[in-house]
């Protein structure tokens, strides 16, 4: 117990001038069991509510109290009792009151919106400060309100499909601003959004927590989200592009069949994706890869479009039989594609000779032709 209290000689001081003044005043002087009168209130005494721990800028649930009592320690009524808040700001309500019978004065304690020590002194006032008491208590969060997202681990507008980001900071906080600590705040993501780890966690004192996403496989929008109990989510989300890996396929064109020197009726045509299927739009695709003389291939480079889809017209060589040609992707990684097609001959490329049927008559066209005179005979005309 602190503060400025009576002393002996002005008590007695005191109690001269109710003598004098009253007369018989000093009858009335506190007895034992009964109240004492306000005029004599020499002390302040710490009755209850101390130490206490509550939500910021919340009312405690105990009344803070003290008694009143004259230097005898006896209750007294009617004194006067000042609450002043010293530290943590708040309030107590009434700031004044008076002591009852039992020498009593309560108050309601309602903490500051800051988390951390909270002080308020009660001062017992009689035209000048008698004696003080100091009552402490400790502002915890209140209940969580806001969840964001630390944009120092935001993860970019776009990231490549199946990619695993840097782990994803969030703080939970009160409508104050105050961290809020031990509450848990659930994850998940959109379908065909990949997966978080863990699902759920409980944040840290300074009301931090965290969890990973890894994208799904599938281009397009991604979505994953942090929830806490009873509020709507906090969603982030990302466009997820095609993989760096490459694959070439055939589509149509392969295996057919055209004379020497010809433009085959359909185009080849490849499709490109990434390893996990999506298409690659705006890809090179080279066509000029010919292997041996398997004629011209036109365009020789090509662009995929929107569906991964690149193609050109081949016009076979001179060679008959098998011709191939072979696509590829540029780069160090290039993936191939291998064309094969039939070049034939027609009746117009075959060269006519001395080619004559067996002769009749037992002779060979040799003995024929031995006699240059000799006309063949009718059926060699």
């Known amino acids: 117990m602190a503060g400025r209290k009576l002393s002996t000689v002005a008590l007695a001081g005191s109690i001269a001038v109710v003598a004098i003044g009253g007369g018989c005043r000093d009858q009335a002087l506190t007895a034992a069991g009964s109240v004492g009168d306000p005029a004599f209130a020499a002390h302040i005494l710490l009755q209850g509510g101390d130490g206490q721990i509550g939500p910021a800028s919340a009312a ?42 039992n020498g009593i004065v309560s108050g309601s304690w309602t903490l500051g919106s800051a988390v951390g020590a909270n002080s308020v002194r009660a001062y017992l006032v009689n035209g000048y400060v008698v004696d003080s008491v100091n009552f402490s208590a400790t502002a915890g969060a209140a209940a969580p309100a806001v969840i964001t997202l630390d944009p120092i681990s935001a993860p970019s507008a776009t990231a490549r499909v199946g990619l695993t ?74 466009t997820a592009t095609p993989d760096t890996s490459r694959q070439i396929a055939i589509v149509s064109g392969d ?17 490109v994706t990434d390893r996990f299927s999506n298409v690659i739009t705006g890809d090179v ?47 160090s990684g290039g993936q191939f594609a291998r064309f094969t097609a039939t070049a034939t001959l027609v009746l117009s490329d075959v060269a006519v000779g001395n ?9 060979s066209m040799a003995e024929v032709g031995r006699n240059k005179h000799e006309s063949p005979p009718p059926y060699a005309r």
Request: charged share 10%; net charge negative.
């Open 255 to 271: 295996n057919q069949t055209a004379a020497v020197n010809t433009l085959l009726p359909n185009s080849i045509r490849v499709q």
């Open 165 to 238: 980001l840097s782990p994803l900071e969030y703080t939970v906080v009160d409508q104050f601003g105050n961290p809020v600590g031990g509450t848990i705040v659930t994850f998940g993501t959109a379908f065909g959004s990949g997966t978080v780890t863990p699902t759920s966690a409980v944040t840290a004192a300074d009301g931090h927590v965290s969890t990973v996403w890894t994208l799904a496989t599938t281009v397009g929008t991604q979505t994953m989200s942090a929830t806490l109990a009873g509020q709507l989510p906090l969603t982030t989300m990302l």
């Open 285 to 331: 695709v080279v066509f000029s890869d010919s292997i041996g003389a398997s004629g011209v291939v036109s365009p020789d480079s090509s662009l995929t479009d929107a569906s991964g889809l690149a193609a050109a017209s081949w016009q076979l060589g001179a060679i008959e039989g098998v011709q191939r040609i072979r696509v590829r992707t540029p780069g």
């Open 60 to 101: 405690l649930a105990e009344s803070i109290s003290v008694k009143v009592v004259d230097a005898g320690g006896t209750p007294v009524a009617g004194a006067q009792v000042n609450w002043t808040v010293r530290l943590g700001g708040g309030s107590v309500i009434p700031p004044t009151g008076l002591s009852d019978a």
């Open 355 to 363: 080619l004559f049927p067996a002769p009749a008559f037992g002779r």
